[in-house]
Structures are given as C-alpha cells and as structure tokens.
C-alpha cells in the first residue's frame, strides 16, 4: 500500500477548470499523483477525465488552476516540454501510424517531439533502435513486429501504443482507457506489464479506466470525476461502497 504521506507530489492539479465555450468540463479539480503509485481515474462518459488528460499533457489550454510536474510549474508549458521532463501518455483513440510496421512506429514515437517528413529519412541512432528493441521484446510484440500497424488486434494496438509512449523512458505514464478494444487475455498482459513498470522500474501511472477489476487490481488510490467535479477519491473498496459513486454511474 501506498502511503503518500511525507511525499512530495509528482504531479498535482490545483483547481484546474477547463471551460468549452460555456460548458465547465472541469471545475476546480484538486488532486495529486505520488511518486510509485498507480493511481486510478474514474467517472462516467462526459465526465472530464479526458480532458484532464489533455490539461495535464498540454494538448489543452487550462482556463484556470495550476499543474506542477517534479515540483515545477508546468501549466503553461508545450506538450513536447512536459514529454521531455518525463511525462508520457496514451490516447483514448489509439494513436499509431496505421501504415508503418510496429518496428517504424515505435522509432518514430511522436513522444521524441514532432515528426517532420524530413524525420522519416534521418538515420537512427543505435540507441534508439536498442530501447524500441528492448520495449518490443517486453511488450510481447516480437512477433508482430513488421506488420503495419493497421493490421494488429486491438490489445496489441495498444500495446504498440504503450510502447511509444515508454520510448524516451518516461517517469509518469498517463494512459486513457487502455483496455478498450481489447481481448481479455490481452488485458491481464497489460495488467502485467503496468505491474512489471511500476513494482521493478519505478514507474508511476495515472490509469483512466473503465473496467473495475483492472483498477482495483492495480490501483492503490483512484479519484472519481463527476460533472467535471472530483466526487470522491480513495482506494478501490472504498470507492465500491461510497454511495455517490454509485449513484453516478448507475444513477439513483
Ligand atoms: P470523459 O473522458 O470523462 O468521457 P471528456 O473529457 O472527453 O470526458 O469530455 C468532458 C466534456 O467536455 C464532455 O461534455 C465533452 O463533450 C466536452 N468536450 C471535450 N473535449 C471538447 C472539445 N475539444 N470541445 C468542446 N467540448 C469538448
Ligand atoms: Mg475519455
């Protein structure tokens, strides 16, 4: 069990609000991730939680708050800035590039920065192409590693997508619905893979996601958005028995 206490946070949101004309997607979320948890994200469809990913990886303006990463001030800053200070993420919508192979998807992660077509014919370095080797061989994507992208199963999309997101060797991994799509045997893989990254590589995560038995898996600590508001924030079993988390997902 984690115990936060005495730790300073990795990342922390204070009153973050995100408004979309005049719909309030987030109002005044408080919340931190500390440093070797895996730490859930939950709430029904609409609720924010994208968003917040997008606030915290600065695909997205906040309209007000702050958001420190490492005990810096990141609200303002580039997504390249925050990914090159150890802040990776996945996509709700997997993101690869469907048209290349695994192999040149995981060279080209778009986490290195932005991708110019000039980019697609510079040599790459040998570490590199040693990091996205190793990252293969741990992903279970050896086999499927010269198929275009295109052709993989949901659950190994994914995988592919976590892979790209571990390439420059992140400290904090946002991922977003990571089990969508996906088949349940490949579902405890990823299970096992968040577990192997977080218990022997000191990896952090903050998990989006919607299927219970994997939060309460993995997860020490999840928070719960409602409306764009944080409802409650505990671990699993905790959360299982809080009224008004029942109540926002399967209504009164
Ligand atoms: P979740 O991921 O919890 O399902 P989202 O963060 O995707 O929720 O969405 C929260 C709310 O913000 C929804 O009402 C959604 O329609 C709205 N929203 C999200 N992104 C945009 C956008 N780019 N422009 C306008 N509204 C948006
Ligand atoms: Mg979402």
Sequence with gaps: MNTPHGQSPLLEGRQVSKNFGGLA??????????????????????????????????????????????????????PYQVAHMGLARTFQVIRVYRKLTVWENMLLSPQWGKITPSQLFKPTSEAIKARARELIGFLLLDHVMDLKAGNL????????????????????????????????????????????????????????????????DLCSRVFVLNYGEKLAEGTPAELMENEEVIEAYFGA
Excluded: W
């Design 25 to 78: 997607a987030l109002s005044n979320v408080d919340f931190a991730v500390y440093p070797g948890e895996v730490m859930g994200l939950i709430g029904p469809n609409g609720s924010g939680k994208t968003t917040l990913f997008d606030c915290l990886s600065r695909v997205q303006e906040v309209s007000a708050g702050q958001i420190f990463f490492k005990g810096s001030e990141i609200t303002h800053k580039k």
């Design 153 to 216: 199963s949901g659950g190994q999309r994914r995988l592919l997508e976590i892979g790209m997101a571990l390439m420059p060797d992140p400290d904090l991994i946002l991922l977003d619905e990571a089990t969508s799509g996906v088949n349940p045997t490949l579902i405890e893989e990823i299970k096992d893979r968040i577990r192997t990254l977080n218990q022997q590589q000191h990896k952090t995560f903050l998990l989006i996601e919607h299927n219970i038995h994997f939060i309460s």
